[in-house]
């Protein structure tokens, strides 16, 4: 993600604008999960022009809550990149539940203070 204001989250789980606010919900997130087990994303579109580039996607994800059972749900996700010195950085990331089990499992992430 890039450190350079603009950016901003409008995660499943957080809203934040400014690395400053993004990096410790980002720390919070990491911590939060205790085993991953996969991740996959249909492409539904994609595109660059310039500087700028993005892609929205179907994000399908296998993983635990601090030791619970492993959870399988499925976000919307607009991800946008800005080239930042010949890198693609992400500067906007948007993601909300496909679902309503996917809503029920986030919800429950956030009872057991994973955000």
Do not use: N
């Not at 720390?27 to 249909?42: H, I, K, P, T, V």
Request: charged fraction near 25%.
């Amino acid at each position: 993600m890039a450190h350079h204001d603009p950016v901003s989250l409008f995660g499943a789980e957080a809203l934040a604008s400014g690395w400053g606010q993004i990096e410790p919900v980002f720390d919070r997130l990491a911590d939060s999960f205790s085993d991953g087990q996969s991740c996959d994303y249909e492409v539904v579109s994609a595109d660059v022009s310039g500087d700028i580039a993005y892609l929205t996607a179907i994000e399908r994800t296998v993983a635990a809550t601090r030791g619970s059972a492993l959870d399988t749900y499925t976000l919307r996700v607009t991800t946008i990149f800005r080239r930042e010195q010949g890198d693609w950085k992400v500067v906007h990331r948007h993601g909300d539940p496909l679902d309503a089990a996917s809503q029920r499992i986030l919800a429950r992430r956030r009872e057991q203070g994973a955000m």
